[in-house]
Nanobody, 120 residues
Framework: QVQLVESGGGLVQPGGSLKLSCAAS????????MGWYRQAPVKQRELVAV???????EYADSVKGRFTISRDSAKNTVLLQMNSVHPEDTAVYFC??????????????WGQGTQVNVSS
């Protein structure tokens, strides 16, 4: 199947920057959408940003102009550059990758999550 390995979370001060990385591996044939979601305590998981195979991207209104999502299709990797972070950005961030396996089966896989804490 498909495995996702996330990295880059941690503690950052308000106004600071952080970069998250997620690498997909396995018997992957095609990767379609790659995205980042987040879940804060007592809140539902929400979309942060998603990038399609044509590299078009969509962002949550709350992060537009501050966060940038990018992908390296050759390495099946997706990055989230987080700038000018706010305390409200504190959450567990989850990577999500959708695509097709070598068997042509569709996959929709989640990472284990990485904690981001924005605090002074």
């Amino acid at each position: 199947q498909v495995q996702l390995v996330e990295s880059g979370g941690g503690l950052v001060q308000p106004g600071g920057s952080l970069k998250l990385s997620c690498a997909a591996s396995g018997r992957i044939s095609v990767v379609d959408a790659m995205g980042w979601y987040r879940q804060a305590p007592v809140k539902q998981r929400e979309l942060v940003a998603v990038v399609a195979s044509d590299e078009s991207a969509e962002y949550a209104d709350s992060v537009k102009g501050r966060f940038t999502i990018s992908r390296d299709s050759a390495k099946n990797t997706v990055l989230l550059q987080m700038n000018s972070v706010h305390p409200e950005d504190t959450a567990v961030y989850f990577c999500n990758v959708k695509g097709h396996l070598a068997t042509a089966s569709f996959f929709d896989t989640w990472g284990q999550g990485t904690q981001v804490n924005v605090s002074s």
